[in-house]
């Protein structure tokens, strides 16, 4: 872990670039965007490296972190603030997501507080948007950047890998797993469910 920090606050200014302590000691990067969404970079290292190879790296995963979660982080230290740098252009505009309502396979994408467009859970053009979600800094994040960045190697280290949501398609699966795995009614997929072959 990093220091604690007990004057620690959130900070969602876009560009503020944080490192995360993950699972096995592993150092992930995330930069907030201009949403409020935290961009995960596909890169981890044992100690923390400068910002301007952080920002050259690939993006992995672009989700909704709880604010009060990450005061909790930064102040335990879970997660460490290193500064505020340039976007990504692609961190500059807002992300689509999509709203999942139970018991329905109808989805609404949503892009900032406006809604895009309604389909189903199914559609293609749709399965690497990110359910709407406000992830836990400290008990959801490190286990999703594990199994976002080395979905083999987190098998080792998140006890319940299969049920990480995120993108739709990844959600698609957990529901099917929990239907492969319960017998109980609320875990039945409907009748008109597409599988995802996976």
């Given at each position: 872990m990093f220091e604690e920090d007990p004057k620690a606050r959130s900070d969602f200014k876009a560009g503020t670039l944080y490192a995360i302590w993950g699972l096995a000691d592993w150092i992930y990067y995330g930069q907030v965007a201009v949403d409020k969404s935290v961009a995960f970079f596909s890169r981890r290292d044992r100690k923390i490296i400068a910002a301007a190879d952080v920002l050259a790296s690939p993006i992995m995963s672009r989700v909704g972190v709880d604010f009060a979660s990450l005061g909790r982080a930064l102040r335990s230290g879970a997660w460490k603030k290193l500064g505020k740098y340039p976007l990504r252009d692609e961190l500059?505009?807002?992300?689509?997501?999509?709203?999942?309502?139970?018991?329905?396979?109808?989805?609404?994408?949503?892009?900032?507080?406006?809604?895009?467009?309604?389909?189903?859970?199914?559609?293609?053009?749709?399965?690497?948007?990110?359910?709407?979600?406000?992830?836990?800094?400290?008990?959801?994040?490190?286990a999703r950047l594990a199994v976002d960045y080395a979905p083999d190697e987190a098998i080792q280290t998140v006890a319940n890998v299969w049920s990480i949501g995120g993108p739709i398609w990844r959600e698609r699966r957990v529901k099917e797993e929990f239907a492969r795995r319960f017998d109980k009614p609320w875990h039945q997929l409907p009748a008109d469910w597409v599988p995802t072959g996976l």
């Open positions: 500059g505009s807002l992300q689509p997501v999509v709203q999942w309502p139970v018991g329905t396979l109808d989805v609404t994408v949503w892009i900032g507080h406006v809604q895009s467009r309604l389909t189903r859970v199914e559609d293609p053009s749709i399965q690497n948007l990110e359910i709407i979600a406000a992830w836990d800094a400290i008990y959801h994040i490190p």
